[in-house]
């Protein structure tokens, strides 16, 4: 269904957004995963439609951000810093917006550990969007300090639950005659390897949509 691809794209995405360094580049390698993984999640619900332009945006915005980066003598010119911005913001509503579309395929399964753990992150990822805007806005050093500290928590929650939440929906939903079309691929030699790699890490059982019983 895709929620494989999904996983590795979360966590080359999240994981590589706590270097600074290298987090432009992981941005456009790992939503560029996600942008493709979403291609059949898109039928199954309009938020997962939403969540691919979002997806589209912070892919655009990580390209232009790091060439900038790359051919710019300022490297820390505020077009950089915008496009870093939109980058940053355009992958939390993109978060969000899986984690709802994720919320609605566990309810249509009767999934409820999955539903709790999706609509949990969605309200960190809210609690969180309230505290980057503090971390960018409080000029007290003293407060900021303490604001940090606390978006750094709801940050490691955040790719915590997203990783838990996408991993428990690659091994436990599974519509019929998905695994048909893994078998036959996606038709690219790369993520058909990604693919391949995962499904012999996990060998999981999957839940069918059709009748809602484990196979």
């Known amino acids: 269904m895709g929620f494989g691809l999904l996983l590795i794209g979360y966590i080359i995405t999240y994981l590589g957004s706590f270097v600074a360094q290298i987090s432009a580049f992981t941005n456009i390698l790992g939503v560029g995963i996600i942008i493709y993984s979403l291609r059949k999640l898109v039928f199954e619900n309009k938020l997962f439609i939403a969540s691919a332009v979002f997806a589209f945006f912070a892919e655009i915005a990580s390209i232009i951000s790091l060439a900038i980066q790359i051919f710019s003598t300022n490297e820390n010119s505020m077009v950089s810093i915008i496009f870093a911005y939109i980058a940053e913001i355009s992958i939390i509503l993109l978060n969000i917006l899986?984690?709802?579309?994720?919320?609605?395929?566990?309810?249509?399964?009767?999934?409820?550990?999955?539903?709790?753990m999706s609509m949990l992150t969605v309200g960190i990822l809210g609690l969180n969007i309230v505290f980057y805007i503090l971390c960018e806005t409080?000029?007290?050093?003293?407060?900021?300090?303490?604001?940090?500290?606390?978006y750094m928590i709801l940050q490691v929650l955040i790719v915590v639950l997203s990783l838990i939440v996408?991993?428990?929906s690659y091994v436990r939903i599974c519509y019929e005659g998905d695994e048909k079309m893994q078998k036959q691929g996606t038709g690219s030699k790369f993520?058909?390897?990604?693919?391949?790699?995962?499904?012999?890490?996990?060998?999981?059982?999957k839940i069918?949509?059709?009748?809602?019983?484990?196979?």
């Open 98 to 116: 899986v984690m709802l579309g994720i919320f609605f395929l566990a309810k249509a399964v009767s999934l409820p550990k999955i539903m709790y």
């Open 138 to 150: 409080v000029k007290s050093q003293y407060a900021l300090e303490r604001l940090v500290i606390v």
């Open 166 to 168: 996408v991993f428990n």
């Open 191 to 205: 993520m058909d390897t990604l693919n391949n790699m995962f499904d012999k890490a996990f060998s999981k059982d």
């Open 208 to 215: 069918d949509k059709g009748n809602g019983k484990r196979k």
